[in-house]
C-alpha cells in the first residue's frame, strides 16, 4: 500500500468528524457580547403610568430578570403562562421591556393573560432593545444585582430551560431560591 | 389518490434502483452477461417510475391539491402558473425529486450513450449509478417525501416564497442541478475504473463529453443564479462568497480541473489517479453542498429550511459514496499509476500547473466556507468568513492561471522549444498591454494597480484565444490545418474566461453606487447622468401590492429610458420584495432599487452605475458554448482503434 493513496480518505474522515459535531452545534446562536458586563443603563416610561419611570436603578440590589416582549410576538403569548407562574413562585422579581408596542394593547393582553411582571418599560421605538442588542422577542435576560448579565436566552422561555439554564446561575450567584434581598 | 400513485411510483424506482446498483455490478464480477443485461432496462425503468412521480407533484401543484402538505406550503390558488411549475422545485422536497429526476435522465442518457463500450464496464458505470439513486430516492422517501398528506386539507396555501417568483428561478435549479448531478456520471466512470483495476485512453476519451456536459449546465446554472441575485436581491451585487454560491462553484472549479486533467490522460495516458481522484472529488463536492445547503450547518442566506435529521442522513450518504469510492481508490489506485516523462515546456506541464491551481483555489474556498464549524466544533469561537477572505485567496492562485491559460493554449504535447512559444505570443501580449494599460484611463480616467493587472490579465486570455481562430479566418490560405470542433471549443471557452475576467474587474473598479433620499419631485446627477423622480404611486399584481417608483433617466438633454422600481408586498407571505428596475446595457447597467419610506413622502434610494457587468455573465455563456462545441467534435463518436496516432501528429489538439 502507498501512503499517499490514503490522503484522500483521511482528508475526507477528519471532514466528516466536523460534520458530524456540526450537526449538534447551532451555528446561528451567536452568545450575547454583553454576558459578564454591565448591563446597558436605561430609563424608560412605565407601561402602566407614563408619568412614572422605570430603568436600571430599579432593578439594582437583587437578582432580577429582564423579560423582553410584544403584543405582536407570537413566542411571547406561547411564555406567558411559563412567566405568570414563575412570578407567583416568587423567587425572582420579573420585569418586562415592552419592546415596539402599542400601549393599550400590551394593557390589554396583560389584563387578559395575567401579569407577570414587578413592572414594564415601554420602549416604543426600540431604542434601548438596540442597546440591549435585541433582535428577537422573546428574549430573556438574567441580570445580577450590581446589573451584570449572566445569562441570556432567546426564543420562548420553558420550565425545562428554567431548570437546567437559569436556576443553576441563580443559585451560584447568590447561594440560595430565593435569593436574600440586599439591603440599600 | 393521485398523489398515491407519486408515492407508489418512487417506490417503484426505488426497487428498480437497487436491482440497477446490484445485479449488474456482480454480473460484472462474476462476468455474466446476463446478470449485466439487467441494468438498461432498470435505469430505463426507474426513469420512467421518477418521471411519474415528478408528473403527479406537477398535478398536484396545477391543481391546488392543498391537501398535499408540500403544495399547501409552497403554493397558493392566485400564484400565476409558471411560478406554480417552478414551486414543484421550490423548496427541499420537491427539489429532492427534482435531483433525482435529473440523475435518473443522466442515467438513462448513459444507456443511451454507452453501447460503444464494452459490455462488463458499461454496467459497472451503471451499477453505480444506482447505487447513488438508491441512496438519494432513500433519502427522499424516509425523510423528505413530497407526497405527504395534510389532514384535513388546508383551504389555501401557504403560497411560494417570493424571492423564488421570478423567472430566472423557474430555470435556474433545473440547469444547476444538471450539472450537479450530471458530475454523477463522470464520478461512476472513476469508480467503475477503479473496480476494473484498468484505466485505458479509451476510458478518458469516454469520460470526456459527459464531464464537460455536466461542466456546462453547471457554468450556466451558476451564472443564472449570480445574474437573479443581481436584480432580485436589491443590492446590486453578483456573487457574495455565501455558503450555497461556494457550494455550487467548489464542484464548478473541481469539474474544470477534471475537464484539463481528462484531456492529458486521454492524450498521454498520464495523470490518471490523479484524474480519478478529481472525478470522485467533484461529484463529492457537489454532494457536500447539498449537504451544507439542507443540514443547517452553516449559516447562509438563503439555506432551505433546515433539519439536523436530513442533515444526518445525507452525511451518511456523503460517508457511503465518497468514503466508499476513496477508501476504493486507496487500494486500486496505485495499480494505474503510469510513469511518463515531459518537459517543462510543455501542454502537459501547463496543464499540471492549470490543475494545481484549480486545486488550491477549491481547496481557499473549501476551507473557508467550513471555517466557522471548525472553530465552533473545536469551541474556539463563532465567526463568518466574508468576502475580503474569499477575494484574496481566490485572486492569488487565479491570477497566475489565467496568465498561464494564454501559453497553455499554443503549447504542444511533450515538449516544445520556448522560443517559438515566445514568437507566437508576442503579438497577444503586446496587445493586451497596450489596450489595457491605456483603456482604463482614457474610459474612466483612474485606474489602480490591481485593475490594469484584472483588465491586462483579461485582454491577454481573450487576444491569445483568438489568435489561431482569427488566423484561419483570416488567412486561410496561409493556415496548415482547420481547427477541430474540440479545438474551438477550447479556445472559446477560455476567451469566455478572459470576457469574464474583464466585466469583473471593470465592474468591482468603476461601479458607481449611490445610496440617497428623495421625494417625487428632485432632480440629481449620478454619474454622467441626470435622475428625475417623476411619480411614486401603489399598483395591483395578481398576488402582490406594489408601491412603483418612475424615474426618468438624462443623459445631457436626451432622455435615455424611464426606470420603474418597485417595492412588493405578496398578499399571503406578507414580506417585503425589492424589485429593481436596470437599464441593462453592453457598456453598463443603470440599477435602481427602491428603499424604504423615509417619512414625508422621500424615499430612500440605491442607484448603481455598473460597466460591464453584463461581461461577466456573457463570458460564463461563452465558456458554456465552448464545452458545447466541445462535446459536439466528432472524435466522441467514432471508435478508434489506433489510440496514439494523435500523438506522433504533434497536433494542437486539447478540448
New interface residues.
Partial sequence: ??WR??I??SV??V??A????????N?????SPLLGKPAPEFELPRLKDPNLSLGSVDLEGQVTLLNVWATWCVGCRQEHGFLVELSQENNVPIYGLNWKDDRNTALDWLSTLGDPYIGSAFDELGEVAIDWGVYGAPETFLLASDGTVLYKHIAPLTRDIWTSEFLPRIISECGSIPCPIANN | MIPEIGQFALILALGLALIQATIPLLGALWSREDLTAIARPAATGQFVFVMAAFIVLCHAFLNDDFSVLYVATNSNSALPTPYKIAAVWGAHEGSLLLWILILSAWTLAVTVGSRGLPHEFAARVLGVLGIVSVGMLLFTLLTSNPFERFFPAALEGNDLNPLLQDPGLVMHPPILYAGYVGLAVPFAFAVAALLTGKLSQDWARWTRPWTTASWMFLTVGIALGSWWAYYELGWGGWWFWDPVENASFMPWLAGTALIHSLAVTERRGIFK?WTL?LA??AF?LSLLGT?LVR?????SVHAFASD?ER??FI?LL??AI??GS??L???R??YLTVEGGFRLVSRESFLLMNNILLVVATAAVLFGT?Y???L??LGMG?ISVGPPYFNAVFLIPMLPLAVLVGMGMHTTWLRMSGEPLRKRLLFPAGIALMIGIIFPFILFGQASALTLVGVVTALWVIASSLLEPAKRLFQKNRSPMPLTRGQWGMYLAHMGVGVFILGATVTSSYTIETDSRAVPGDRWQVGEYELYFRDIRRIEGVNYEATEGEFEVWEGDQLVTILRPQKRVYRVQTSPMTEAAIDVGWGRDLFIALGDPLGDGAWSLRVQIKPLIRFIWLGALIMAFGGLLAIMDPRYRVKRTQEKDAISKQSLETA
Fill in positions: 500500500m502507498m493513496y490514503l484522500p480518505i475526507f474522515l471532514l466528516s466536523f460534520f458530524v459535531k456540526g450537526l449538534s452545534l451555528p446561528r446562536y451567536v452568545p | 489517479s481522484l470522485i472529488a463529492s449537504f443540514s443547517g450547518i452553516l449559516v439536523p442533515g444526518l452525511l456523503l460517508g465518497t468514503g476513496l477508501t481508490y486507496a487500494f489506485a496505485r467550513l466557522p464549524l471548525f465552533d466544533a463563532k
